[in-house]
């Protein structure tokens, strides 16, 4: 069952890339930038919980993560349409 998810999240993927292209990765970059700006602004209200601050010190982990595999992705289709690397 997750490999099946795990294989139509694969294809639906490269399909919005080969459709969209560019315009996908950088939808999906200012996204995670707004949501990441969000989680930043959450932070003050989470100090009172030590739980709650590591959790959102952990998503803001992987937000980032997630939104430097993106600007990744998107430099990679800027070098092959153009040629040389994204400056």
Do not use: C, T
Request: charged share 20%; proline share 5%.
């Amino acid at each position: 069952m997750i490999g099946a998810v795990l294989r139509g999240a694969y294809r639906l993927d490269h399909g919005l890339q080969d459709r969209l292209g560019r315009p996908y990765n950088a939808i999906l970059a200012v996204m995670l930038v707004l949501e990441i700006v969000h989680r930043v602004m959450e932070l003050p209200g989470k100090f009172s919980s030590p739980r709650g601050l590591v959790w959102v010190v952990a998503e803001l982990a992987v937000e980032a993560m997630l939104l430097i595999h993106q600007l990744g992705v998107l430099s990679h289709h800027i070098e092959r349409r153009f040629g040389k690397p994204a400056a």
